[in-house]
């Protein structure tokens, strides 16, 4: 079990509350992190002495003030910091509580921070605060055990919540996403309204017009709404990743205090692109390559591609963000930096289905990766399993990148590659990174299936040995997350049997995976991405009872799935649609025969 000791320096006389809460999370995550074969050891300083070899050995520090500076406690920063400058270890960030007489000690000591240091300090107001940065610099260290995201307010991985994102500051103080939720709760009023007018009177063709308009718009918000937060989220750990590597401007934190107040604006102004290319341009100049300056350069291009993606009304950003990873990539690779910037700019442009420039940007960080003093770096400033894991991501990025634009032979060799990579994961870390191995296996499986002549055995020995995987997890005790992904795997093994007419094994394992999705659905009746793959599986049970003459199960199986499509319809009609409509146009015709 891989231990991470956490090292926290707080003032209990003010912070009693602060010490126990932090304390407290910290247990909760370890309840759901223990499946991953992660410890978090919490270490506070209780004894009178500054514990010396207990920061020396911690992964992370937490220091906490209020009104006042304690001296033991300054102490203990001192001591942590003199660590970190030789030894990159640990990782400090430090909360200084928002006071409106603060003691000349905590004053004194953030002009220490500011002046002499440069270490930068959150001044925060609520404890949430400090459990978000906690998340997300488990992320920056490669914990995150899964994907996070926020889905209506509340941080989620993997689709469990984390907490509530209520008091927050960059969130409640953006008045674009407030925008849209007002904008959201008044079109939601309206749709409920309206679908009461339609269950009372179906034939009021006016009234279907109107609810057809609102869910429309409704559903558009939503997903504006879902991009905005987890922008905001997105940036807030870029941000924090700087900040735990101590390489944080002024301009970032200007920006990020202005992001905090509400200010996009001026947080834009801040890090102002001309400002930035003719520094990075000068830098290039010097013979002697400042690489530190430079790289603080790339960070802040970076944090204004994030604030940039914030700016919904501003018609002129993409060619901006463009822009700005443009130069960041130029600053990378002149100044030989570490090259994140072609990864995060090759993950932009397959979003914004910008395909073969994503694909040079990815394999010149697939390059780099590979180089052998990379590696060296790697293992040298983090560890073995931080480097697999850095080039487990892009492989991944690439192999989906070839698959989506069907390009199969290269997708098929970039899974090759990356399994190897995930079976050098696995022996590092198996609980956290075996899922990784089971969905490479997934991906080439679906690769083989979709060759325009099907490897059939190749694809077979992939999904078996994803299924292997993933059954094994869920001996683990793991969520119902890897509940979807056996379902998943399942699904994926009986497609390829039913292309290959063994329609005894398919029936088996489509139930298999419907079984599962079915009482998934139960439990999270308002989670659209799991009524969706049971909606899926309804269809491929239906079309495969069609296919055997079984016209009775076939009419049960479509309409459960009709049932589900208009459900999914009336919650996000923008996005059904088109499959509602594929769904009519196919089977509209034995449907009303048969009913």
């Known amino acids: 079990m891989k231990k991470i000791n956490i090292f926290l320096a707080v003032d209990e006389k003010e912070l009693q509350n602060e010490k126990d809460e932090i304390g407290n999370f910290i247990r909760d995550l370890n309840d759901k992190y223990e499946n991953y074969d992660i410890y978090f050891r919490l270490i506070t300083d209780d004894d009178s002495e500054v514990l010396t070899d207990d920061i ?138 309206y679908k009461d007018i339609i269950r009372k009177n179906p034939d009021d063709e006016k009234a279907f017009e109107k609810f057809s308009d609102i869910n429309d718009k409704r559903s558009k918000i939503k997903d504006n ?48 692109f001309e400002d ?16 530190e300056e430079m790289q603080t350069i790339v960070n802040e291009l970076m944090q204004r591609v994030d604030i940039l993606k914030l700016d919904i009304n501003n018609n002129n950003r993409y060619k901006e963000i463009e822009e700005a990873f443009e130069e960041a990539v130029k600053l990378d690779e002149q100044g030989n930096l570490n090259r994140r910037s072609l990864y995060k700019y090759s993950l932009y442009l397959n979003n914004q289905t910008q395909y073969d420039k994503a694909i040079k940007f990815a394999n010149k960080y697939k390059e780099y990766l590979n180089l052998s003093s990379t590696k060296e770096y790697y293992e040298k400033e983090f560890d073995e399993g931080t480097y697999y894991n850095t080039l487990s991501s892009i492989y991944n990025h690439l192999g989906i990148i070839y698959y989506n634009i069907g390009k199969y032979e290269e997708a098929e060799k970039i899974y090759l590659e990356l399994i190897e990579i995930d079976k050098k994961l696995v022996e590092i870390n198996p609980k956290l990174y075996q899922n990784n191995l089971s969905i490479a296996y997934n991906n080439l499986g679906l690769a083989y299936l979709y060759f325009e002549d099907v490897k059939f055995e190749l694809a077979k020995d992939c999904f078996l040995k994803a299924i292997e995987i993933d059954e094994k997890i869920l001996t683990e005790g793991h969520n119902d997350y890897y509940r979807v992904v056996l379902s998943n795997s399942y699904n994926n093994y009986a497609l390829l049997l039913e292309k290959y007419s063994d329609f005894h094994n398919a029936l088996k394992y489509y139930r298999k995976s419907t079984d599962i999705r079915i009482d998934l659905v139960k439990k999270y009746p308002q989670d659209e991405y799991k009524k969706e793959l049971l909606s899926a599986s309804y269809h491929q049970l239906g079309k495969y009872a069609l296919r055997i003459s079984k016209y009775d199960i076939a009419e049960d199986y479509l309409l459960k799935d009709m049932k589900l499509m208009e459900e999914l319809y009336e919650s996000n009609s923008k996005a059904y649609m088109s499959r509602i409509s594929r769904f009519l146009s196919n089977h509209w015709p034995f449907l009303f025969n048969n009913i």
Request: net charge negative.
């Open 56 to 193: 020396k050995k911690s992964e992370l520090f937490f220091i906490l003030f209020s009104h006042t500076a304690d001296e033991k406690i300054v102490q203990e920063f001192n001591t942590a910091y003199e660590f970190f400058k030789n030894n990159h270890n640990p990782k400090i960030t430090t909360y200084i509580k928002k006071s409106k007489n603060p003691d000349e000690s905590v004053v004194n000591f953030m002009k220490h921070l500011d002046e002499e240091l440069g270490h930068y300090y959150n001044q925060y107001e609520n404890i949430d605060t400090i459990k978000l940065n906690i998340i997300l610099q488990l992320k920056s260290l490669g914990l995150e055990a899964g994907k996070i995201e926020v889905i209506d307010n509340k941080l989620c991985i993997n689709k469990d919540e984390i907490m509530t994102l209520d008091n927050i500051p960059f969130i409640f103080n953006n008045k674009d996403l407030n925008n849209l939720k007002e904008q959201y709760n008044k079109l939601d009023q309206e749709y409920w309204e």
């Open 225 to 272: 709404i879902y991009q905005i937060e987890n922008n905001i989220i997105e940036l807030e750990s870029s941000f924090i990743s700087s900040s735990m590597d101590g390489k944080l401007s002024k301009r970032q934190i200007y920006a990020k205090k202005c992001l905090d107040d509400g200010d996009l604006e001026e947080a834009k102004n801040a890090l102002s």
């Open 276 to 291: 930035l290319k003719s520094d990075g341009d000068k830098l290039l100049k010097i013979q002697e390559k400042q690489k």
